[in-house]
Protein backbone atom coordinates (compact mmCIF):
# COMPACT_ATOMS: atom_id res chain seq x y z
CA UNK A 1 0.00 0.00 0.00
CA UNK A 2 2.92 2.40 0.81
CA UNK A 3 4.11 2.32 -2.95
CA UNK A 4 0.73 2.60 -4.29
CA UNK A 5 0.24 5.79 -1.98
CA UNK A 6 3.73 6.74 -2.90
CA UNK A 7 3.52 6.37 -6.90
CA UNK A 8 0.45 8.56 -6.57
CA UNK A 9 2.60 11.46 -5.09
CA UNK A 10 3.60 14.36 -7.74
CA UNK A 11 7.41 14.32 -7.48
CA UNK A 12 9.31 17.07 -6.52
CA UNK A 13 11.17 18.85 -8.89
CA UNK A 14 12.88 22.15 -8.51
CA UNK A 15 14.39 24.52 -11.50
CA UNK A 16 17.69 25.80 -11.01
CA UNK A 17 17.40 29.76 -10.72
CA UNK A 18 20.73 30.07 -12.37
CA UNK A 19 20.22 28.28 -15.59
CA UNK A 20 19.35 29.75 -18.56
CA UNK A 21 19.91 32.54 -20.92
CA UNK A 22 23.44 34.53 -19.84
CA UNK A 23 22.99 38.49 -20.33
CA UNK A 24 24.38 38.40 -23.68
CA UNK A 25 21.68 36.32 -25.19
CA UNK A 26 18.73 37.96 -23.82
CA UNK A 27 19.91 41.49 -24.73
CA UNK A 28 19.48 39.94 -28.17
CA UNK A 29 16.92 37.85 -28.41
CA UNK A 30 14.96 40.88 -27.35
CA UNK A 31 16.35 43.62 -29.80
CA UNK A 32 15.47 40.43 -32.26
CA UNK A 33 11.62 41.05 -31.14
CA UNK A 34 11.42 44.28 -30.91
CA UNK A 35 12.27 44.68 -34.31
CA UNK A 36 9.78 41.86 -35.58
CA UNK A 37 7.05 43.54 -33.44
CA UNK A 38 8.39 46.51 -35.04
CA UNK A 39 8.48 45.49 -38.99
CA UNK A 40 7.06 41.98 -39.14
CA UNK A 41 10.42 40.15 -39.95
CA UNK A 42 14.05 40.11 -39.19
CA UNK A 43 16.60 37.76 -40.98
CA UNK A 44 19.33 36.44 -38.09
CA UNK A 45 22.31 35.44 -39.89
CA UNK A 46 22.45 31.81 -38.57
CA UNK A 47 20.65 30.32 -35.52
CA UNK A 48 20.00 33.05 -32.88
CA UNK A 49 20.78 30.87 -30.07
CA UNK A 50 21.30 27.13 -30.32
CA UNK A 51 18.14 26.17 -29.55
CA UNK A 52 15.96 24.66 -31.74
CA UNK A 53 12.78 25.14 -29.66
CA UNK A 54 13.75 28.46 -29.38
CA UNK A 55 14.52 29.05 -32.90
CA UNK A 56 11.27 27.76 -33.59
CA UNK A 57 9.45 29.71 -31.23
CA UNK A 58 11.18 33.39 -32.70
CA UNK A 59 10.37 32.05 -36.64
CA UNK A 60 6.69 31.28 -35.77
CA UNK A 61 6.93 34.92 -35.19
CA UNK A 62 8.48 36.82 -37.73
CA UNK A 63 12.18 35.72 -37.45
CA UNK A 64 14.16 34.04 -40.56
CA UNK A 65 17.61 32.39 -40.18
CA UNK A 66 19.59 32.58 -43.16
CA UNK A 67 23.38 31.74 -44.03
CA UNK A 68 25.90 33.45 -45.69
CA UNK A 69 25.04 32.29 -48.97
CA UNK A 70 21.86 33.19 -48.48
CA UNK A 71 22.76 36.87 -47.58
CA UNK A 72 24.85 36.96 -50.88
CA UNK A 73 21.65 36.84 -52.77
CA UNK A 74 19.63 39.22 -50.66
CA UNK A 75 18.51 43.22 -52.12
CA UNK A 76 16.38 43.72 -48.76
CA UNK A 77 15.24 43.29 -45.61
CA UNK A 78 16.90 43.51 -41.85
CA UNK A 79 19.87 41.60 -40.83
CA UNK A 80 20.25 40.35 -37.58
CA UNK A 81 23.76 39.61 -36.05
CA UNK A 82 23.11 37.55 -32.79
CA UNK A 83 25.22 37.13 -29.62
CA UNK A 84 28.39 35.19 -30.73
CA UNK A 85 29.30 38.34 -33.28
CA UNK A 86 30.57 38.06 -36.86
CA UNK A 87 33.79 39.24 -38.74
CA UNK A 88 34.18 42.68 -40.60
CA UNK A 89 33.91 40.92 -43.92
CA UNK A 90 29.90 40.32 -42.48
CA UNK A 91 29.70 44.21 -41.68
CA UNK A 92 31.37 45.38 -44.98
CA UNK A 93 28.71 42.82 -46.86
CA UNK A 94 25.65 44.62 -45.68
CA UNK A 95 27.01 48.09 -45.71
CA UNK A 96 27.78 47.22 -49.77
CA UNK A 97 24.34 45.99 -50.27
CA UNK A 98 22.66 48.80 -48.54
CA UNK A 99 20.88 46.71 -45.51
CA UNK A 100 19.92 47.43 -42.70
CA UNK A 101 21.82 45.56 -40.11
CA UNK A 102 20.65 45.03 -35.97
CA UNK A 103 23.89 44.05 -34.16
CA UNK A 104 23.18 42.46 -31.06
CA UNK A 105 26.72 40.87 -30.56
CA UNK A 106 27.22 40.49 -26.93
CA UNK A 107 29.05 43.36 -25.22
CA UNK A 108 31.62 41.17 -23.75
CA UNK A 109 32.42 39.55 -27.39
CA UNK A 110 32.78 43.07 -28.99
CA UNK A 111 35.38 44.62 -26.14
CA UNK A 112 37.48 40.89 -27.15
CA UNK A 113 36.97 41.62 -30.70
CA UNK A 114 38.48 44.66 -30.30
CA UNK A 115 41.58 43.67 -28.13
CA UNK A 116 42.02 40.65 -30.77
CA UNK A 117 42.38 43.49 -33.69
CA UNK A 118 44.88 45.30 -31.55
CA UNK A 119 46.99 42.70 -30.48
CA UNK A 120 47.32 41.26 -34.00
CA UNK A 121 48.22 44.48 -35.49
CA UNK A 122 50.81 44.92 -32.83
CA UNK A 123 52.57 41.39 -33.57
CA UNK A 124 52.19 42.38 -37.35
CA UNK A 125 55.09 44.65 -36.67
CA UNK A 126 56.62 41.94 -34.53
CA UNK A 127 56.32 39.05 -36.77
CA UNK A 128 54.26 37.87 -33.88
CA UNK A 129 50.88 35.21 -33.65
CA UNK A 130 47.54 35.09 -32.49
CA UNK A 131 46.42 32.01 -30.30
CA UNK A 132 42.69 31.02 -29.90
CA UNK A 133 41.50 28.85 -27.57
CA UNK A 134 38.55 27.42 -29.32
CA UNK A 135 35.97 25.21 -31.06
CA UNK A 136 37.31 25.22 -34.93
CA UNK A 137 34.07 26.99 -37.02
CA UNK A 138 32.00 28.29 -33.75
CA UNK A 139 30.71 31.75 -34.82
CA UNK A 140 32.66 33.77 -32.13
CA UNK A 141 35.53 32.24 -33.17
CA UNK A 142 34.89 32.75 -37.14
CA UNK A 143 34.08 36.73 -35.43
CA UNK A 144 37.29 36.74 -33.71
CA UNK A 145 39.29 35.47 -36.36
CA UNK A 146 38.09 38.00 -38.65
CA UNK A 147 39.77 40.45 -36.80
CA UNK A 148 43.25 39.02 -37.67
CA UNK A 149 42.49 38.26 -40.99
CA UNK A 150 41.87 34.99 -40.30
CA UNK A 151 45.02 34.63 -39.92
CA UNK A 152 44.63 33.95 -36.16
CA UNK A 153 45.77 30.29 -35.03
CA UNK A 154 42.96 28.13 -33.59
CA UNK A 155 43.77 25.58 -30.59
CA UNK A 156 41.13 23.26 -29.51
CA UNK A 157 42.95 21.63 -27.00
CA UNK A 158 46.06 21.31 -24.80
CA UNK A 159 48.39 19.25 -27.79
CA UNK A 160 47.51 21.81 -30.57
CA UNK A 161 49.95 24.21 -28.94
CA UNK A 162 52.52 22.30 -31.64
CA UNK A 163 50.99 24.60 -34.04
CA UNK A 164 52.67 27.34 -32.50
CA UNK A 165 56.12 28.81 -33.72
CA UNK A 166 58.28 28.48 -30.44
CA UNK A 167 60.63 31.01 -31.94
CA UNK A 168 57.93 34.22 -32.58
CA UNK A 169 55.87 35.83 -29.86
CA UNK A 170 52.41 35.16 -29.39
CA UNK A 171 49.13 36.07 -27.68
CA UNK A 172 46.90 33.77 -26.75
CA UNK A 173 42.86 34.87 -26.28
CA UNK A 174 40.16 32.59 -25.35
CA UNK A 175 36.64 32.07 -26.78
CA UNK A 176 34.70 33.09 -23.66
CA UNK A 177 32.28 30.12 -23.50
CA UNK A 178 35.16 28.01 -22.91
CA UNK A 179 36.60 25.60 -20.15
CA UNK A 180 39.35 27.81 -17.92
CA UNK A 181 40.91 24.93 -16.65
CA UNK A 182 41.75 23.97 -20.28
CA UNK A 183 42.66 27.56 -21.29
CA UNK A 184 45.24 27.41 -18.04
CA UNK A 185 46.56 24.13 -19.45
CA UNK A 186 47.08 25.83 -22.97
CA UNK A 187 48.90 28.49 -21.44
CA UNK A 188 51.16 26.65 -19.63
CA UNK A 189 51.99 24.51 -22.38
CA UNK A 190 52.67 27.81 -24.41
CA UNK A 191 54.67 29.42 -21.78
CA UNK A 192 57.10 25.88 -21.87
CA UNK A 193 56.80 25.50 -25.34
CA UNK A 194 58.24 29.38 -26.49
CA UNK A 195 62.30 29.45 -27.02
CA UNK A 196 64.03 31.80 -24.34
CA UNK A 197 63.53 35.29 -23.90
CA UNK A 198 60.33 35.08 -26.60
CA UNK A 199 56.91 36.98 -25.95
CA UNK A 200 54.40 34.85 -24.52
CA UNK A 201 51.40 36.82 -23.60
CA UNK A 202 48.29 35.61 -21.85
CA UNK A 203 44.57 36.99 -21.98
CA UNK A 204 42.02 35.21 -19.55
CA UNK A 205 38.92 36.69 -22.48
CA UNK A 206 36.84 33.30 -20.28
CA UNK A 207 33.07 35.07 -19.39
CA UNK A 208 33.52 34.26 -16.14
CA UNK A 209 29.06 34.84 -16.33
CA UNK A 210 29.35 30.99 -18.05
CA UNK A 211 32.64 29.61 -16.33
CA UNK A 212 31.11 30.30 -12.99
CA UNK A 213 27.92 28.00 -13.65
CA UNK A 214 30.23 24.96 -13.35
CA UNK A 215 30.70 24.66 -9.77
CA UNK A 216 26.90 25.98 -9.16
CA UNK A 217 25.85 23.43 -11.52
CA UNK A 218 27.87 20.81 -9.77
CA UNK A 219 26.69 21.64 -5.93
CA UNK A 220 22.78 21.67 -7.69
CA UNK A 221 23.19 18.37 -9.13
CA UNK A 222 25.01 16.92 -6.16
CA UNK A 223 21.69 18.19 -4.13
CA UNK A 224 19.17 15.87 -6.13
CA UNK A 225 18.61 11.95 -6.98
CA UNK A 226 17.91 12.42 -10.57
CA UNK A 227 19.02 15.88 -12.73
CA UNK A 228 17.44 16.58 -16.00
CA UNK A 229 19.87 18.92 -17.59
CA UNK A 230 17.99 20.67 -20.54
CA UNK A 231 20.45 21.91 -23.74
CA UNK A 232 20.11 22.10 -27.65
CA UNK A 233 21.98 19.56 -29.50
CA UNK A 234 24.16 22.15 -31.53
CA UNK A 235 25.51 23.33 -28.01
CA UNK A 236 28.74 23.06 -27.32
CA UNK A 237 28.05 24.89 -23.66
CA UNK A 238 25.21 22.63 -23.10
CA UNK A 239 27.54 19.56 -23.85
CA UNK A 240 29.99 20.57 -21.36
CA UNK A 241 27.79 21.91 -18.56
CA UNK A 242 26.10 18.41 -18.76
CA UNK A 243 28.98 16.72 -18.20
CA UNK A 244 30.32 18.79 -15.46
CA UNK A 245 26.66 17.62 -13.81
CA UNK A 246 27.20 13.77 -14.84
CA UNK A 247 30.76 13.89 -13.15
CA UNK A 248 28.86 14.29 -9.71
CA UNK A 249 26.02 12.77 -10.24
CA UNK A 250 25.25 9.54 -12.70
CA UNK A 251 21.92 10.03 -12.65
CA UNK A 252 21.78 13.14 -14.74
CA UNK A 253 20.12 12.98 -18.17
CA UNK A 254 20.40 15.40 -21.29
CA UNK A 255 17.28 16.00 -23.21
CA UNK A 256 16.31 18.35 -25.45
CA UNK A 257 12.49 19.04 -24.84
CA UNK A 258 10.05 17.26 -22.63
CA UNK A 259 8.97 14.59 -25.19
CA UNK A 260 12.91 12.61 -24.67
CA UNK A 261 12.30 12.34 -20.81
CA UNK A 262 12.33 8.47 -19.97
CA UNK A 263 9.56 7.35 -17.26
CA UNK A 264 12.46 4.76 -16.55
CA UNK A 265 14.41 7.61 -15.11
CA UNK A 266 11.88 8.05 -12.77
CA UNK A 267 10.28 4.77 -11.83
CA UNK A 268 12.39 4.94 -8.51
CA UNK A 269 10.59 7.48 -7.50
CA UNK A 270 12.92 9.67 -6.42
CA UNK A 271 12.44 12.19 -3.62
CA UNK A 272 13.78 14.79 -5.43
CA UNK A 273 14.65 15.87 -9.27
CA UNK A 274 16.69 18.92 -10.50
CA UNK A 275 15.96 20.47 -13.78
CA UNK A 276 18.61 22.89 -14.87
CA UNK A 277 20.04 24.17 -18.50
CA UNK A 278 23.08 25.80 -20.41
CA UNK A 279 23.35 29.38 -21.46
CA UNK A 280 21.61 28.59 -24.74
CA UNK A 281 18.01 27.18 -22.68
CA UNK A 282 15.24 29.73 -22.41
CA UNK A 283 13.75 29.38 -18.91
CA UNK A 284 10.11 28.68 -20.49
CA UNK A 285 11.01 25.35 -21.73
CA UNK A 286 12.60 24.15 -18.24
CA UNK A 287 9.17 25.15 -16.87
CA UNK A 288 7.58 22.99 -19.31
CA UNK A 289 10.23 19.96 -18.99
CA UNK A 290 9.63 20.09 -15.03
CA UNK A 291 5.68 20.20 -15.28
CA UNK A 292 5.98 17.02 -17.46
CA UNK A 293 7.90 15.42 -14.93
CA UNK A 294 5.78 15.99 -12.44
CA UNK A 295 2.86 14.17 -14.84
CA UNK A 296 4.97 11.02 -14.42
Known amino acids: ?120 EEMKKKDGQIAIYGKIGHAEVKGLSGQTNHEAIVLEKEEDVRLIDPARPVVLFSQTTKSPEVFKNIAEALKKRALDKVEVRIHDTICRQVSNRVPHLQEFAKQHEVVIFVGGAKSSNARALYRACLAVNSQTHFISSPDDLQPLWFASRPESTGVCGATSTPAWLMEAVAEEIKKL
Not at 29 to 43: L, P, Q, R
Not at 97 to 104: Q, R, T, V, Y
Request: neutral net charge; charged residues 30%.
Open 1 to 120: MENNNKNHIPLRVEIDDQSGFCFGVVRAINKAENEIEATGCVYSLGDIVHNDLEVERLSQKGMETINHNDLEKMEKGTIFFRAHGEPPESYLQIKKKGLKLIDATCPVVLKLQKKVKAAW
